[in-house]
């Protein structure tokens, strides 16, 4: 530290006279340095506020957005925003726990004590809302200067109608986040919160992992602000009352005003909703406006409103494209979606009598669902007649005009039953267009993740329009790219409630207790073996039972205090029972069958006790007597036997926990207690007994068994940690919390997850399986997922086992059972065996430089070493892969597009390049390079011999791109030289010209022949993001900033034609070869123009950008078939000429891209997972959808459409899938599709790579 | 276009940043630009992702980049604290730049308000307006002339929003010494700031 510096810093520490002394001191007769520090400190002190934080926190509050607020417990960090009503702030809460919240601080002079008590009053019956669409309301309270304030969850995100706008949401969009609105709202009413303020500043949309989320926020508020927030603000002045009461429904202004239901929450829904889809609130704010408090009630109380397509349409043009703009549509469109349904729906919740609107917001959110899915919606009144007669009450006029209207219809229906043929015509029309309906619904579903319903809509598309070939294929990317647990024999009924089930430890019998019978079925040959009356089993008060491992006897226990252990198959007491004091918590068998051991809680008076007795005999062997509070005890699930038998773990809900020997009960290591976080008494010992892991209420703890040390750091959560699972192997840990994650934890790093699950909701239990190549989870939402272990995604399509209560998993994990909620049926599933791709080339994970090129009929996949060869289409190698020699490891390398050149950038900085097809190994390098620069990138041009480097040329501070013939090594003479990075290359189809591109420079154009730069640069208004040569090299196409791009005459360097605009970025670009067309790719679509006249041949090809997943890369082999890759991974492939979809769009399950290809026989992608390369479905095949198809997909979806298109479940068993397959076998090879049908059927493990192998 | 190799390697920073952290100068020199190459590209990924007109922040994004270049492979702050110069760096360029740009666009007499994602990145900062950031910058080579690591501790904590136990870490000083930097940097900036105006 200077000495300036260190006399500045001590300075800093003292004050007023103190701070002379030492200055006095330290500066001695240094004047320099006196008057220098003395600066310094008066620089402090002016610049209290200067640089207050980081950057990206920039926005705390500055000194002028006024007097600062104190609230205890809460550091208020950043005002985030302010209305009406008050501000709200960004704060970060100590206690209980250290969490960031939002902060809203009341601004009226509002009796703070009523406020509280209000808010109190039903602060406990805000606490039981618990809704991924519900924001919470933490606290209430006081702020130091008397102020209330409340404490709620924070939401980061626009209002859910400027989140509409902006993002250009069309209207399917819009009615599903509104739907989710809805149930939030539906959730709140049943827990009896009515939320009074529904507005477009209480609906917020906030982010998660990509996902839009709308938020309900300021449950509760209203209620403790007793509506005086609204009614004050109306006196307040009328710039803030605006956008508030219009929201209101009829009877909240009513002067008694207390009569206030959930209903009136519908209302608001309704002006919401009707916000959302016509771009304007149903009165118009400035009307209001005018008429005063007493002219706005009248309106609300007496007026009823226009209907939204009517409201629409009266609208000026302008005002009503741009509305429609932002709904992604035109004008007229927009008034035919709202026309019919969606104004009945609307009107219905606006009706100012409210027992005519909805009864609840889930009905509204049905009716909007029956909407969307094509169904008849139950706004509409029961028959025309009824609005007619409203309508005729109010114009008589009009109404006799329609009366004329009506009979004109009778006539022209009449005369239309003689033409029979257009009928037809008509009819099969019709079908054409439901066809197409399905195809869109079903391809969203299966984005969605929906993908058994969507599956349903493909195979209804597919009946209902039989002519529609390219169905086929779309098909069977879904059965081919997607993995579907594979059912085992037949399901299990079972009458009754289900108590308890298990496997037995072999594996080869599955007993279940159901509260009418028992259940013990062999599963090798699917024989019951015994079923009988099991009510003897279970007593009134039961709540733990357990299996011994053989399924021959069943121990259970309860409130009652004692322990009944029966022979499970006559259904006589196998011992007399085991006496415990107080209520039972926990009973087991030893893995040897030989103990068991059982826990209970002893009541108000505290303590509780484990006891190991003998199974066989019944004897007691040991009493662990615990001296633990009521409130901590020893919960379920908190004792344990060891994998070996020799130990038992109990864990208390509280600080203490131990581990014993079996049957003796002496202390192994007694007492262990942790003072924070409190345990929740869940414990679990590694396979080989060599750790226990100790759950509590932030997490879990790993501990050595031996010793009782902690093993690693704590095991975070932001919610308690009710589940833990050991690896098979042992090496990795699996935590399940309600804070809806399960974490993926290496013994061997516990520093941090390894991968961290998200499921939407909290989750219950988990398993690996064997081998540990998944991980079986079931959360709260009665959904079993299932997960790669190796990438951290889900393996197996999410909603194929819904509605599942129960679990269980054989010892080997070789295969589980699920329990269905609304069936009383047991069915067996196997793992998803193989990979998750169909074909995944054999690539080494841990190599990340791998490139790859690809050139029908072979691959070449580069590692850092070598070079392998892959077979199309078998996916099978060629040849023996060929290394470089030993000494020379590169540390990059890339290949050329036709497969017959790679070039290696060494760790020297120097880049050779290598010839593939010599069959000898490489050796010699082609070309040196030669280069050692920073920013090497090295590339090949298509097509053609040039090969180009470039780099920083740290001397000149220049940019320099060298060419090479990489046929001859020759370098080419010209030196490419930019001022400025540059940001884009094009060399010509004829490899003479190569244009730059540079940000803000325009665009260079160089004759390589010559070296020199030719004449004027091209120069776009903004930073080029894009250069591209066409075909026959005489057009160049430049993107720009602005999202346009334009077109210039090489030669003359005239801009040619109209630039194309675009919404965001152009990202790609591509000539067709017929040089007519032109593609573009921005984040959102790809767009197909035609140059000569700049229109749109098709309409844009979109992906689900709403979803938070932009495009990232675009692909065209030839001009009939655009691929594009999103950033999430997911595959599109539409044809070109009509824009509409090929495949169903398939996710890859990469993360980091380095490349993508596809031709209209392969997709591959090169990514940090290793390359993999998908064969396609026969594309344009001129064949009907086989039947075997349609019923394999339906097999798969496990459900088909009733006539209302909900999805109705109707699980498949083997032995549908089994018919299937020698349906499929007796058909001959070569039928269309047959190959792709047999290899889908076929056992994951047992099948080549590609159905087109072999 | 580029074709699809013009994309850093996550290999590659990995294996620079062990050999700066072993101390080979070289390898740090490399750093900076793959850093700057991949926080850009980001940016504009991220862009995508945002509804247009909203900014990114820059804390979020050089903790983005850290781990997709594979950063958390690298256990050592030894060989972290060169990906923080680097990145610490690259904002600061990455901010100039757009503020440069924006600048000079206004005074080009553009009419219509461009925004920065035009530029194909646009990084938040909120409290700073254009030319408040760049006189903050040109007090910063003042300061990286005078006092290289009390240019560094400004860099990491404002621009790359490293918290002062980072900072400490990334610098290999303990925290009070950060804290002291901290403030004789924000006065001596804040003292050469009011003495250019």
């Not at chain 2, 920065?116 to 408040?132: K, M």
């Amino acid at each position: 530290m200077s000495r300036e510096a260190d006399v500045f810093a001590d300075a800093l520490d003292l004050s007023g006279g103190e701070r002379r002394v030492f200055l006095e001191q330290a500066c001695g007769a240094d004047a320099v340095l006196r008057a220098r520090v003395e600066a310094l400190l008066v620089a402090h002190e002016k610049g209290r506020s200067f640089l207050p934080g980081p950057l990206a926190q920039a926005h705390v509050a500055s000194p002028s957005s006024g007097e600062a607020e104190v609230i205890p417990h809460y550091r208020l960090m950043e005002r985030i925003g302010e209305g009406g009503c008050g501000v709200v702030w960004l704060a970060e809460q100590g206690e209980p726990l250290r969490r960031q919240v939002a902060v809203k601080v009341i601004k009226l002079g509002m009796d703070t004590k009523e406020v509280i008590a209000r808010f109190d009053a039903e602060r406990h019956a805000l606490a039981m809302m618990d809704h991924p669409n519900i924001a919470h309301v933490f606290d209430a309270g006081a702020t130091a200067a008397g102020r209330p304030f409340f404490a709620m969850e924070l939401v980061r995100g626009p209002r859910l109608t400027e989140f509409c706008d902006t993002n250009r949401l069309t209207m399917p969009a819009r009615l599903e986040l509104f739907v989710q609105v809805c149930r939030a709202i539906q959730h709140a009413h049943v827990k009896g919160i009515i939320h009074r303020d529904i507005k477009p500043s209480n609906v917020l949309v906030a982010s998660h992992d990509g996902l839009s989320v709308p938020k309900v926020i300021d449950f509760g508020i209203a209620k403790a602000t007793a509506g005086r927030l609204t009614d004050h603000t109306l006196y307040t002045g009328i710039e803030q009352m605006i956008g508030t009461p219009i929201y209101m429904s009829p009877e909240q202004f009513d002067p008694a005003g207390h009569d206030i239901d959930t209903r009136s929450d519908i209302y608001s829904l309704g002006v919401l909703l009707y916000e959302l889809l016509s771009g304007r609130p149903p009165f118009d704010p400035a009307t209001l406006a005018d008429g005063g408090l007493e002219g706005l009630r009248r309106l609300i109380r007496e007026t009823d409103p226009i209907k939204p397509s009517t409201r629409l349409s009266a609208l000026g043009h302008d005002e009503r494209a741009a509305i429609a703009r932002q709904r992604g549509t035109d004008p007229q469109h927009l008034v035919r979606i709202l026309r019919g349904d969606l104004d009945w729906i609307v009107m219905r919740c606006l009706e100012k009598d409210r027992s005519r609107r909805y009864e609840t917001a889930g009905e509204l959110a049905r009716d909007l669902e029956h909407f969307l899915r094509r169904e008849p919606v139950a706004a509409r009144p029961p028959g025309t007649l009824y609005r007619f007669a409203r309508l005729a009450a109010r114009h008589k006029v009009l109404a006799a005009s329609l009366a004329t209207a009506a009979a004109i219809l009778v006539l022209v229906a009449a005369g239309a039953t003689a033409v029979a043929v257009r009928a037809r015509r008509a009819e099969q029309a019709e079908a054409q267009q439901a066809s197409r309906t399905d195809l869109t619904l079903g391809s969203r579903l299966i984005e969605d993740g929906r993908v058994s319903e969507g599956l349903a809509f493909l195979v209804r598309a597919a009946q209902s329009d039989p002519g529609n070939h390219a169905i086929g294929p779309r098909l069977l990317s879904v059965l081919a790219y997607r993995n579907f647990p594979r059912p085992i024999g037949r399901a299990f009924a079972y009458a009754g409630l289900l108590r308890d089930s298990g496997y037995s430890a072999d594996g080869q019998q599955l007993g279940i207790v159901a509260s009418d019978r028992r259940y013990v079925w062999s599963l090798p040959d699917g024989k019951l073996q015994q079923a009988n009356d099991p009510r003897v089993f279970f007593h009134d008060g039961d709540v733990v039972s357990a299996w011994s491992g053989d399924l021959r006897r069943l121990a259970a226990g309860g409130r009652e205090g004692s322990i009944r252990v029966w022979d499970a198959a006559s259904g006589e007491p196998a011992l007399r029972p085991l006496p415990h004091e107080g209520s039972v918590t926990n009973v087991l068998f030893s893995p040897d069958q030989r103990w068991i051991a059982s826990a209970a809680n002893h009541g108000n008076a505290g303590g509780a006790s484990v006891k190991i007795w003998d199974a066989v005999s019944g004897e007691l062997r040991a009493s662990l007597p615990f001296d633990v509070e009521r409130r901590e005890g020893i919960p379920e699930g908190g004792v344990r036997f060891s994998p070996d038998g020799s130990r038992l773990l109990v864990t208390t809900g509280g600080t203490q926990w131990g581990i014993w020997k079996v049957p003796g009960g002496e202390p192994a290591i007694w007492p262990q207690r942790v003072v924070s976080p409190r345990l929740n008494g869940k414990g679990a010992f590694s396979p080989d007994g060599r750790f226990v892991a100790i759950t509590d209420l932030k997490g879990a703890q790993l501990y050595e068994t031996a010793t009782g040390a902690p093993v690693g750091p704590h095991l975070d959560h932001e919610d308690q940690c009710g589940y833990v699972a050991f690896s098979r192997d042992g090496t990795r840990l699996a935590t399940c919390s309600p804070d809806e994650q399960v974490r993926l934890w290496l013994l061997s790093s516990l520093a941090k997850p390894q991968f961290v699950l998200r499921h939407g909701f909290g989750v219950q239990s988990a398993f690996f399986t064997a081998g540990d190549g998944h991980l079986v989870t079931l959360a709260s939402d009665e959904v079993v997922r299932i997960w790669n272990t190796a990438t951290g995604e889900l393996a197996v399509e999410p909603d194929r086992l819904a509605k599942v209560q129960r679990m269980a998993v054989t010892g080997d994990g070789r295969e589980f059972v699920t329990f269905g909620r609304f069936e009383n049926a047991a069915r067996r599933w196997q793992m998803p065996a193989g990979s998750l791709a169909p074909a995944q080339t054999a690539t080494d994970p841990k190599r990340r430089n791998v490139r790859f090129s690809f050139q029908v009929p072979e691959a070449y996949v580069c590692f850092d070493d070598r070079v392998e060869t892959i077979a199309l289409p078998t996916l099978r190698p060629t040849r023996p892969p060929r290394y470089f020699p030993a000494n020379v490891v590169p540390k990059a390398a890339v290949t050329s597009f036709d497969g017959l050149d790679v070039a290696a950038i060494l760790e020297s900085g120097k880049c050779e390049l290598w010839n593939l097809r010599e069959e000898t190994p490489i050796r010699h390098p082609l070309a040196n390079v030669g280069m050692n620069r920073a920013g090497l990138r090295v590339w090949f041009k298509p097509g053609s011999p040039l090969f180009c480097a470039h780099y920083h040329d740290p001397e000149s501070l220049a940019c320099r791109l060298d060419f090479w013939d990489r046929r001859s090594g020759a370098k080419i003479r010209t030196e490419v030289r930019t001022a400025s990075e540059p940001n884009q290359v094009d060399v010509s189809p004829d490899d003479r010209l190569v244009a730059v591109g540079t940000a803000g420079h325009g665009v260079e154009l160089w004759d390589l022949a010559s070296g020199r730069k030719l004449g004027d640069s091209v120069v776009a208004p903004v930073a080029v993001t894009g250069v591209r040569f066409s075909p026959d090299g005489r057009l160049l196409a430049v993107s720009s900033g602005d999202h346009a791009v334009r077109f210039w005459k090489v030669e003359t360097r005239e801009a040619v034609g109209l630039p194309l605009k675009h919404p965001y970025p152009v990202t790609n670009q591509k000539f067709c070869s017929d040089h007519r067309r032109f593609v573009t790719t921005t984040w959102s679509e790809v767009r197909v123009w035609e140059i000569a006249t700049g229109a749109q041949l098709v309409p844009s090809m979109s992906p689900r950008i709403e979803r938070g997943d932009p495009l990232e890369a675009m692909w065209m082999d030839d001009d009939r078939m655009i691929a594009t890759i999103s950033t999430k991974g997911v595959v599109r492939l539409f044809d070109s000429a009509t824009g509409q979809l090929l495949l169903e769009p398939f996710p890859t399950r990469s993360h980091q891209r380095y490349g993508f290809r596809a031709t209209d026989r392969y997709v591959a992608v090169n990514s940090d997972t290793g390359i993999s390369i998908w064969p396609l479905p026969p594309l344009g095949l001129q064949a009907p959808v086989p039947g075997w198809l349609l019923r394999l997909a339906t097999a798969t979806a496990g459900g088909t459409l009733d006539r209302f298109a909900a999805f109705r479940a109707q699980p498949a068993d083997a032995e549908t899938f089994e018919s299937i397959r020698r349906e499929i076998d007796r058909l001959p090879a070569n039928a269309p599709y047959v190959a792709w049908g047999r290899w889908i059927l076929t056992d994951p493990g047992r099948r080549p790579p590609s159905p087109e192998g072999d | 276009m580029w074709p699809e190799d013009h994309r850093v390697n996550p290999g590659e920073i990995t294996l620079l940043l062990r050999r700066a952290g072993e101390g080979d100068a070289q390898a740090a020199d490399r750093i900076l630009p793959l850093v700057y190459e991949e926080l850009r590209r980001l940016a504009a990924a991220r862009m995508a992702q945002e509804a247009p007109g909203q900014t990114l922040q820059p804390t979020a994004l050089v903790h983005e980049a850290w781990l997709r270049l594979g950063g958390e492979a690298q256990p050592e702050w030894k060989s972290r604290a060169h990906f923080f110069f680097a990145a610490a760096e690259a904002m600061r360029r990455i901010l100039v730049d757009k503020a440069r740009r924006k600048h000079a666009l206004r005074h080009g007499g553009a009419l219509q308000k461009v925004s920065a994602s035009a530029t194909g990145f646009d990084v938040a900062a909120q409290d700073l307006d254009d030319e408040a950031l760049l006189r903050l910058n040109d007090a910063l080579e003042a300061l990286i002339a005078h006092d290289a690591r009390k240019a560094e501790v400004i860099k990491l904590w404002y621009l790359v929003g490293l918290t002062l136990e980072e900072v400490a870490q990334v610098l290999g000083v303990n925290e009070k010494t950060v804290r002291r930097d901290l403030a004789y940097a924000k006065a001596w900036l804040f003292d050469e700031i009011s003495r250019q105006r």
